[in-house]
Structure formats: structure tokens, C-alpha cells
């Protein structure tokens, strides 16, 4: 069970291309995530989907895309990398309905923008 | 909007001593869920404890507690026997029930050292 899985682990962008950050889960999960964490920071919400089709903008939105054409991935989208972007990116799922389920996160990526 | 806020950005306690994070969040709901995660070197998230706000009772997980303060809405975890495996980073976060809300927030988290 590989749970949430998250590519690249790294990766270095430079200013003005865009990338696609890749996410997808095995649990069959509803709900899914993501987040930018900036040092001092903590975890910032920046797009989440409640089903296949559904996305919504979370705290963070600007500069990013999302969409969720399938249960199992929710990529999302830079556009124009800007050197605010470079942070590390969190995606993370939950089944639906149940508020106290614990999240599963990937391992992360860490994207530079240059 | 629900906010959950972290007032310690840092934190050492010495290995064996007991050391509590503090968490304070903001809401206009009556029915929610806390959650502390936990996050090592490795940037790994691990939860730690959750907590259904309509519960009374402290959630309790082994060596981790919470005092659940939901008048104050408060949300510290306390640990006790510190040891050197739980330095990490870690973060309360919120979620709400209803579809507006039934996302997690999280505070900007509270980096724990454990001195030998």
C-alpha cells in the first residue's frame, strides 16, 4: 500500500516556466490536498478537492492550478514560476465524511524557483 | 475563517522531563476535530493525537496527552519522558464539519528540542 505518493522530490525552476507537481493516492479516498510550507510558516492550504471533478481554492491559491479529473490524482499546476514560489510542497488525502480521520501526506517536494 | 494559532515558535525540554505545546484556534462552530502532527527531519507528517471537540473527556495516546479547553479554545499537548526521538517540528491543526469547513488548518507549528 504505497499510500500518497508525491514527484519529483526535488526540483529547480526558473523564472517565468511552469511545472506540474504530481500527487496521487491508492486508498480511495475522497478529499484531497494542498499545501505550501514556508519556514515559520507551518502548512498553508492552497487547493483541495472533495471528490472527482470538485476543486476549491484554499488559503494560497494565486499562482497555482489544480484539477482532479480521477479519485486517485490531483496535480497541480504552476504557472509563470515567481521566486515566492519556492517553498515545499505537500500533498495529503482523507476519506470522506470523517473529521476526527487522521490525513495522509506525501513525502513532500522541494521546489526552488531560480 | 477558522485560524489556529501556535504562540511558541520553539521549544527545548531535557530528555525524561515533561514538556507542553501550547495551540489556541478560532471558530464559530460547535462540532469540530484537533489534531497534533507531528513533523521530523525527515518532513514526514505523523499524527500524534486527535481530539473530537463534542468529547469532554483528554485525549490521551501513550506518553502524549491533551488539555482540551473548548471555552478557551485551547488545544495544548503535553509530553511526558521526553525522549531524543521526539525532536521534531509539530503542528495543531483544525478541522471543521461542515463542506465549508471540512478542510485541516494548521498553525505554523512549534519546533521541539530534546536535550540529552
Known amino acids: 500500500n504505497a499510500g500518497v505518493t508525491q514527484t519529483p522530490k526535488f526540483h529547480i525552476l526558473k523564472i517565468g516556466q511552469s511545472m506540474t507537481l504530481q500527487c496521487t493516492q491508492d486508498?480511495?479516498?475522497?478529499?484531497m490536498y494542498w499545501y505550501r510550507q514556508d519556514p515559520g510558516m507551518g502548512l498553508k492550504l492552497i487547493y483541495y478537492?472533495?471528490?472527482?471533478?470538485?476543486?476549491d481554492k484554499g488559503e494560497v491559491p494565486n499562482g497555482y492550478n489544480v484539477s482532479r479529473s480521477t479519485t486517485e490524482d490531483f496535480p497541480l499546476r504552476l504557472e509563470l514560476a515567481a521566486p515566492s514560489q519556492t517553498s515545499v510542497y505537500f500533498c495529503?488525502?482523507?476519506?470522506?465524511?470523517?473529521?476526527?480521520?487522521?490525513?495522509?501526506f506525501g513525502q513532500g517536494t522541494r521546489l526552488t524557483v531560480v | 475563517a477558522q485560524t489556529v494559532t501556535q504562540s511558541q515558535p520553539e521549544m527545548s525540554v531535557q530528555e525524561a522531563e515533561t514538556v507542553t505545546l501550547s495551540c489556541t484556534y478560532d471558530?464559530?462552530?460547535?462540532?469540530?476535530?484537533l489534531f497534533w502532527y507531528k513533523q521530523p527531519p525527515s518532513r514526514q507528517m505523523i499524527l500524534v493525537i486527535r481530539?473530537?471537540?463534542?468529547?469532554?473527556q483528554n485525549a490521551t495516546e501513550n506518553r502524549f496527552s491533551v488539555n482540551f479547553q473548548k471555552a478557551a479554545k485551547s488545544f495544548s499537548l503535553k509530553i511526558s519522558d521526553s525522549q531524543l526521538g521526539d525532536a521534531a517540528m509539530y503542528f495543531c491543526?483544525?478541522?471543521?464539519?461542515?463542506?465549508?469547513?471540512?478542510?485541516?488548518?494548521f498553525g505554523t507549528g512549534t519546533l521541539l528540542a530534546v536535550q540529552p
Open positions: 491543526a483544525y478541522r471543521g464539519v461542515s463542506g465549508a469547513t471540512n478542510k485541516l488548518i
Open positions: 486508498m480511495n479516498h475522497n478529499y
Open positions: 481530539q473530537e471537540a463534542y468529547k469532554q
Open positions: 471558530t464559530s462552530e460547535s462540532d469540530y476535530y
Open positions: 495529503a488525502s482523507t476519506p470522506i465524511g470523517f473529521g476526527n480521520t487522521e490525513a495522509f
Open positions: 478537492s472533495v471528490g472527482a471533478g470538485i476543486t
